[in-house]
Structures are given as structure tokens and as C-alpha cells.
């Protein structure tokens, strides 16, 4: 149960004032016609219909059916699915790729046949990895598409019918109850007491009352209040209207178009790695050429000198960085589900870790979207709910109120005067069915010891007079009370205080009502953002029960038995991981479409911008926006934490503003408002729960329980991931630098090749796979949410990096080609000489993956045994070198020859020296100053 304390808490930064819209730019509202401001007699003429034709009198199937060939489906847009051979030949079109299947084609040409069907299988390998990536991708958006169909009742050859939404036209006539999503844009001819929830389309958290007159065509689009939008759904009462836009022309059409013309950015990563993989072509291919021009003009035969340049160029290129590189990303995204980030886009993964500035939707992300009652007023007392207030518990003296008396009274009306219906919990978790207001109000009164079904059944509903706009309140009828009824009204302060003569205090006293001190409260609780309610009761109602309930009896003479605040409460781990963003050097800015006071005191509560007692975050309204242009709006952008009012075009507007100035942005949403800013930001996150189809078709990774909090793990996963492929990177390049030299430096000398194609292409796709991969298991840095984020332009293969990767490669030059010659100068052959030169490679990074673990840090302090996949890799890896060297079938295939004890020795001795000279050169760098 929750009880209430007398508790008077500090006022919030400003008032409540008016709703969101989709928003004013010619790019997003292009209709010509301004529906809002046609009267009910010109909307036939305006759809095209004959000038006496009833608007509200529907279409003829044959009419309808002319439009629908003329304007196509009521569907939103959506951009065609490629054939699955065209994102098959996008797989071999890496200019890495491309190089092998050059150099296969050419291993065919002169007829060795095992050396080219080896190449063919490392690049179909490939091929496939990618190319099943995308296609689970593409599923994923099939299934979320096929989530979104909906029904409509709709009136066609003068009767009502269920029709699918996707067969609606402009001047379709359609109905609207409580539950229904709104199929199309609908001008409203009849409304009665209906309200909708445009979250979804505008980011307005709460339901935006609706009505049926004509207003002036310079309203904006925020204060439309006869047009119903599509998507948004009817919370309550019910209304008729006649379609008058769909498909693309609807604004959710125009919304999706503008998702499908926003360019997509590369990711941090994909933009590095190709640029790496340019550079590498063009090394790859000049040392190719090299080496094949110093065989033949050093006096080899042409097919000899062809063969050399193509072992050079399999083993300088890195064929198993890409599938590595892929499974370490996709074993990422298994991580991250399991905390609740599902990843759409594996280079997603790695570009969280880059991320610089998060701007974040506040409704279901920062909040729980859930209305709670947070504090009420009685006749001079604030009654604030413990669970809902943490602070209250330093509210010093204040005594605890029981709930009775007064108190009481209101839940009870509260209760009364209510349509919503408790629940055990849906899909969302909402505890109700309805009006998130009316549901909070029957949250508060159970928490508060009052059962509301118990009270229906004891107070009967006999009369309602349904809430309407312009009278601002709505009031019921019940069996029961001293008089034989209860009558209980609940609306806006101003209607309901001005027909109250008396006031009742929680524990049931009754006074002369103070109007001013009743307004000065509903105004400090306004200031605060939050949405207020007043509740009062005739308590004179001796009226006979047949006797009907009209408005002119509840004029004067009510009793005032509170004013009621509520608010959507920030989430209880908000504050937590917007700290820890803002920790990890990660700017956090809120982006809605809500109110500037309620977004404002969301942040400050969560600790975005300045949360200093008295200023507390700066906001930039949408209007604002409009008004700058880029430069001084990137300078606002700088100062300006909470962005409230946006539209679409305006949130599409901050990103690129945004990214032009440096910035890595993770861009959050739900509605379908969000889905242009969540395509083209560098990493679009979309909820789960309550997002919208076409916001987690936009994004990249999707937010399985909507929480601020998962992003910032997924944050720390991603810094994660990156510093996994950056270890991996640093670990396999010097494998290729190795192999490069090894060739090289035989061709230049005259002497055989050390390495074969076919056996430097074993020695990279093997230990990527058995020894690469498992770093993937590695436990990240705990570190990792302590420092800043990379910088976006710094480049994948820096300084340090490529002094290692330089260092590394000599070292297995040398061990290759020493260990090579040694095997020769023992008296074995070639083939034996070439084991010797590939198990070197393989030892020299087993025991290099050990320095490259720790980063920095001297190798042992990472424990092996902290990963156990990489123990069974090392395993496996031995095992498997052992039978590529003595198991004569595959000696056949991969021309290579048995090694004895002595040269097992030697090769293992070489991968100890490597990591010597490596650990010697990070304690010359740590003595020097250098940090990860």
C-alpha cells in the first residue's frame, strides 16, 4: 500500500503550455489544401466530389475503387528488397576480394588447380558470412512490417464495412472508437469527447483532445484540432471523419519518404576499414608486381617468377581478417542481446564505442511512459506519494496522513469519475486499459488503500456527462452516499474551481474555498511540468434518479476536494547511466517533441546539462531552430541540452549539424517522427517495445525493454568490441607482413620460396578463426567507461600500431626464413624446410596473441584461463598444425614435409623470443609514458 506525506517540494523551471506537431516545413506539409480551415459544406468540392454531395455520406465501391488506381494503396513506402544475387555479388565486390579471385583465376591459367581451389573457398567462405548477415537482417524487417497491418470501418455504398487499411481513398468516410488506430489522415465531421495519442507521429506524450469545428488556416499544425493523423490511436470517445489523405500523401507517408531519401553514413568502422582495405590493395598489388618482375628479370621462369607474386599476394592479404573481423562482431551482438540491445547492423556494434554525443527521446526512453500521480494538494496541505518521491524521506517533520477522511474522498472520485480499467499487466507492463491519466489516477487511489473495483460495485455509474473541450470537465453519476447518489467531476483547474464554493482538507474538514491560494498551487505545479487535475463532488445531489445529469447542475455549490499532479517519472536507472555517459566523456542531449518545462525538469531529474539548484538545463525550442542557420546553430547545440517541440525536419536538421562539426551521434527514438534522424544518424536506436515499424526499420540496433540504461551498456559493449578488433588487427597484420618479407626476400636472394600459396593461406585463415576469434571471449576492460571516446578521425592503423605491426613482421621474418634454412642445412628437403617456415608463423602468433591480450600491460597479467575458448583454440591449432605437418594426406595437399623433435623445438623457441622482444617493447613504451 503508499501512503502520502505532507511533503512541499521546490517549484519546477516552467508552465505547461500547448502540444507538439509533426511539424511547419514545406517538406513535410505539402498538401495545398488546408483541410483544417474548410468548412463541412466545401470538403465536398475540395475531395473531388459533386458540389451537393454529403462529405459524411461515403463513396461508391466503383469511385473508390477509380482512386485507388489513381493513387495507389493506402501503404506506407518502403524501399524494394535487392535480389539475393545482387547482395551476393556485393559480397565479392571488396577490392580485397577482389585481389584474390585475381590471383586464383591466375593460380587456374597455369594449373594449379589445389592452390586456386583453396583461394576459392577462403573467398566464398566469405562471401557467405556476409550475405547470411544480411539477409537475417532483411527478415527482420519483413516480420516487423507485417506487425503493422490494421482494419478500418469504413462506409461504402451507404453501409458500414471492415475494410483493410491499405484499401482506403481520399473521401472515404470512416469511424473511430477508443482502441483504434487512426488508418489515414482524417478531417473530423463528428466528435464526441475523443482524444488521440499521437506519441507515436509526434512525440507528444500525452492524448491530445480533439473536435469536430473549423479552424482559421493559419493554424499551425500542433493546434489542428479537427484533423486525426495517421498512426496515432483514439484513447478515448469516438468520432466520424472522411479521409482525406494516404499513403505518401498522409503524414506518415511524407515522414517515411523523407526516412527513404535520408542518406546513410558509413560507421566509424566501415569507413577505416575501407580505407585500410584501399590501402592494402595498393601495397599488395605494387609488391606483387615487384616480386613477379624481380623473379623474371633475376633469371626465373615467367611461371615461376607468376607463382611467387601470387604466393606474395595471399599471404600479404589478410583473407581471414573479414570473416574474423564478422564473427567477432556478430559473437558482439549475441552479447549485447543479452543485455537487451539487439543489433540490425553488425558495424553498429563496434560504432557505439565511437560514440561522442547521444541525443535521446524522453517519453518510454528517460521515463517510464506511464502517468503517476506525484503529488496532491488539499486545502493547504501537499500530500506527496513516498514510492513516486525519493526526496520526500528529508521532508524533516512532516507527519504521515492516513488515507481517510478527505483523502479518501478523493481517491474515491477519483475512481468514480473514471473510464480507464486496472489490469495485471500487458505486453508494455502498463497496469491499465485506457487514458494514461484515468489509469493513474487508479493506480494512486490503490497504492493509497482504496480498491477501485470494490467502490464501482458499491457506487454504480447511473449518468455520465462525457468530458468535452469546451466545457473542460467531465462528471458522473453513482448509486450510493449520505443523499442516495455520489456526483463526482474531474477536469481542468479553471472549470472545476470556479463551480466549487468549499474545500475539504485530508482529514475531512470542510472550508470556504481560498481560490487564490488554489490557483497559486495549480500554477506552482504547472511551473514543475507537471499535468494537473482538479477533483471535486456535489455533495447536494438529492436529485431523483431518473432525473438526468445536465450540465446546469453543476454550476455553483461543489466541494473542491483536491487538485491531483502527475507526471511521466524518469526511469530509476536514468540518472545512473546518464552519469556514467557523461563519465565516459559522452555528451547526453534530450531531443522530443514534448513541452519545454516538462522536458526540462526530466533532465534535470536525470542529471542532463546543468543541474545546478538554480538554472538547471537550457533549452532550444523547435521555433528557435527554425530561425538559425547552421553555424549558429551548431553553436547553440554546444550550450543546449534539452531540445523540446522538434519535428522531424528539425531533428533531421540537429544530427547533420551535429556531424558536420565532428560529432559521432547515437541518435534514440520510438515514433515514426524519429525514423528521418534515426537513418541518418551514425548509429540509430530504436525501442522495442513501443517503437513504431518504420523507426526500427531506420535504425541500426533496437532496444528490446526501451531503457536509457541499455544504452549505455550497449556503449560499453561497443568500446568493448572495438578494443577486441583493434587486438585482433594488431595481432594478425603482422602474420601478413611476415609472410610478404618471407616471399620477397627469397625471390630478390634467388633462393626456393619458404611459404606456398596454398600454405599462407593456411596459416591465416587458421589461426584467424582458432586463435583471433576467441578474443571475442576475452572480458573487457573495466576501464573502458573511464576514458573518452575515440576520436573519429583518428586512423584504424595509427603510429604505435604500425610500429608493432612492422616489428612483429620482421621477427617472423626472420624466424620463417632462419628455421627454413636451418631445416635445409639438417639435411631435409623443401618440403620439410616449408612446415618448418609456416609452424614458425603459427607459434610466433600463439605466443604474440599473448602480449596482444593485455594491451600495454605486461602479458601475464591477463590470465589465460579467464578464456577458455582461447585455450581450446590454442589447442586446436596445435593439433591441427601437427596434422597439416605429419598426416601425409593433407602433406599431399598442402606440400608440406614432417618436422622431428628438434624442429618442434626450434619453432616453439621462436614464438618465446617474439613474445620477448614484444613484452620488452611495451615496457620501453610504458617507461615512456604511453597509455592505451
Known sequence: MRSFRGHTRRSGEGPLLGTSGVGKRAAVEDSHIDWHACPHDELAAALGLAADADPGAGLDESVAAARRRRD???????????????????????????????????????????????????????????????????????????????????????????LDAGDLVAGDVVRLLAGDRVPADVRLLQARSIAVDESIVTGESEPVEKDDETIAAPTPVADRRNMLWSGSIVVRGRGMGVVVATGPRARLGRIGRLVLDTEVLETPLTRRFRRLGRLLVVAVSIVAVATFLIGWLGGRPPRESFMAAVALAVGAIPEGLPAGLTIILAIGTGRMARRRAIVRRLPAVEALGSTTTICTDKTGTLTMNRMRVVEIAMAGHRLEALVEAPDASDAGDA????????????????????????????????????????????????????????????????????????????????????????????????????????????????????????????????????????????DSDDRASETPLEPHHLEEGLLLLGLVAMADPPREDAAAAVARCRRAGIRVVMVTGDHAATAARIAKAV?????????????????????????????????????????????????????????????????????????????????????????????????????????????????????????????????NGGEGFVILASVAAGGPLPLLPVQALWVNMSTSVLLGVPLAFDPHDPRAMERPPRD????????????????????????????????????????????????????????YLFATRAGLRPFWTVGLLANRWLLGGLVAMMIAQWLVVSWPPLQAVMGTGSLDAIGWACT?????????????????RRACGAVE
Open 72 to 162: 495507389g494503396p493506402n501503404n506506407l513506402p518502403r524501399r524494394g528488397t535487392p535480389a539475393w544475387w545482387r547482395r551476393a555479388g556485393r559480397q565479392f565486390a571488396a577490392p580485397l576480394v577482389a585481389i584474390l579471385i585475381a590471383a586464383g583465376v591466375g593460380a587456374m591459367a597455369i594449373g594449379q588447380w589445389i592452390d586456386a581451389a583453396v583461394i576459392g573457398i577462403v573467398v566464398l567462405v566469405n562471401a557467405t558470412t556476409g550475405l547470411v548477415q544480411e539477409g537475417r537482417a532483411l527478415r527482420a524487417i519483413e516480420a516487423l512490417g507485417r506487425h503493422l497491418s490494421t482494419s478500418a470501418t469504413v462506409r461504402r455504398n451507404g453501409r458500414w464495412r471492415r
Open 399 to 538: 507527519a504521515d496522513v492516513s488515507t481517510s477522511g478527505g483523502l479518501r474522498r478523493l481517491l474515491e472520485i477519483a475512481v468514480l469519475c473514471n473510464d480507464a480499467r486496472l489490469r495485471d499487466g500487458g505486453e508494455d507492463g502498463t497496469p491499465y486499459e485506457g487514458d494514461p491519466t484515468e489509469g493513474a489516477l487508479l493506480v494512486a487511489a490503490r497504492e493509497g488503500g482504496v480498491d477501485p473495483d470494490a467502490v464501482r460495485r458499491t457506487h454504480p455509474r447511473i449518468d455520465e456527462i462525457e468530458f468535452e473541450s469546451r466545457r473542460r470537465y467531465m462528471a458522473t453519476r453513482h448509486r450510493g452516499g449520505g443523499r442516495g447518489h455520489r456526483t463526482g467531476v474531474k477536469g481542468s483547474v479553471e472549470a472545476v474551481l470556479s463551480r466549487c464554493d468549499r474545500e475539504a482538507s485530508p482529514d475531512g474538514e470542510i472550508a470556504t474555498v481560498d481560490r487564490e491560494r488554489v490557483e497559486r498551487e495549480a500554477e506552482r505545479l504547472a511551473r514543475r511540468g507537471l499535468r494537473v487535475l482538479a477533483i471535486a463532488e456535489d
Open 607 to 735: 542529471g542532463i546539462g546543468d543541474v545546478s539548484e538554480d538554472t538547471g538545463p537550457t533549452t532550444l525550442g523547435g521555433a528557435e531552430i527554425d530561425a538559425l542557420d547552421d553555424d549558429a546553430l551548431r553553436e547553440r547545440l554546444r550550450r543546449c541540452d534539452v531540445l523540446a517541440r522538434i519535428d522531424p525536419e528539425q531533428k533531421l536538421r540537429v544530427v547533420e549539424v551535429l556531424q558536420a562539426g565532428g560529432e559521432v551521434v547515437a541518435m534514440t527514438g520510438d515514433g515514426v517522427n524519429d525514423a528521418p534522424a534515426l537513418r541518418r544518424a551514425d548509429i540509430g536506436v530504436a525501442m522495442g517495445r513501443g517503437g513504431s515499424e518504420i523507426a526500427r526499420e531506420a535504425s541500426d540496433i533496437v532496444l528490446a525493454d526501451d531503457r536509457f540504461a541499455t544504452i549505455a551498456h550497449a556503449v560499453e559493449e561497443g568500446r568493448g568490441i572495438y578494443g577486441t578488433l583493434s587486438r585482433f588487427i594488431a595481432w594478425t597484420l603482422p602474420t
Open 792 to 847: 573519429p578521425k583518428r586512423p584504424l592503423l595509427d603510429r604505435p600500431l604500425l610500429l608493432r605491426i612492422g616489428l612483429v613482421s620482421v621477427l617472423l621474418w626472420i624466424a620463417a626464413t632462419g628455421l627454413f634454412n636451418l631445416e635445409l642445412a639438417r639435411g631435409h628437403g623443401a618440403d620439410s624446410g616449408r612446415s618448418a617456415a609456416a609452424t614458425a608463423h603459427v607459434m610466433g602468433e600463439a605466443f
Open 908 to 924: 616453439a623457441a621462436a614464438g618465446v623470443a617474439i613474445l620477448a622482444v614484444v613484452e620488452l617493447e611495451k615496457a620501453i
